[in-house]
């Protein structure tokens, strides 16, 4: 049974438009994270947190916020999408029981901004 | 500052070997972790190493070397399935959050009949 699922699996947002991406793990780790995946870029680091009410920058904050009301789910808010955000985005969880070293991701969402 | 560089890509030959070289720049060393991410998929952790030499995982085997701040993966008789892309990733302790990953673009092996 998957541990780390999100939702939607794919959307299609137009410009300036709200999108909402949804995570949710049930390994109980306290840490979770957003990253993106680009050609070229790899994964890239959105927002993380350190637990429920903690959200953190990661190193690509900009035009996007994240939400994280319980042990168990973590969103990342798009409040006025563009183009240059449409990507493949990836939930990711994690504990000190491997020294962090270990993340546990989602199956990835494909936003296409249009 | 921090940076982690892989080739984008490499081929080889069934039942042969592969090698994924990575090289990191970090002021706070704490660990490298390996990944291997299918076409279309999640990523799924392999290895992690955090002290210097060979770890024999059998399929996988993995090198560190802090000093020349590299590592490489290495794929044993490699089978068809291999066929992936394999992702470095650093974690940082100089970071404010010591438990970030900074990963490569990953590098993607074909394996060829």
């Known amino acids: 049974e998957a541990a780390v699922t999100q939702s939607p699996r794919n959307k299609v947002a137009v410009t300036g438009g709200k999108v909402t991406l949804s995570c949710n793990q049930t390994?109980?780790?306290?840490?979770m994270y957003w990253y993106r995946q680009d050609t070229g870029h790899g994964l890239r680091l959105i927002h993380y947190s350190y637990g429920a009410g903690s959200t953190e920058k990661g190193d690509i904050p900009d035009g996007y916020k994240a939400s994280r009301p319980s042990q168990e789910n973590f969103s990342l808010i798009l409040e006025l999408a563009t183009p240059s955000q449409t990507s493949v985005y990836f939930c990711a969880s994690g504990d000190a029981g491997t020294g962090y070293a270990e993340q546990f991701f989602g199956p990835g969402t494909r936003l296409t901004v249009l | 500052g921090q940076g982690v560089e892989q080739p984008a890509k490499l081929m080889s030959v069934e039942g042969t070997f592969a090698r994924v070289n990575c090289t990191y720049s970090t002021s706070g060393f704490n660990g490298l972790s390996w990944y291997q991410q299918r076409e279309g998929q999640a990523p799924v952790f392999l290895s992690y190493?955090?002290?210097?030499g060979l770890k024999d995982s059998g399929h996988f085997s993995t090198f560190l070397s802090r000093s020349n701040g590299y590592s490489y993966l290495l794929l044993t008789e490699l089978q068809i399935k291999d066929s992936a892309s394999y992702l470095c990733a650093v974690r940082d302790r100089a970071n404010s959050a010591g438990n970030k990953l900074t990963f490569g673009i990953g590098t993607r092996v074909l394996v060829r009949p």
């Open positions: 190493v955090v002290l210097d």
């Open positions: 390994n109980n780790h306290n840490n």
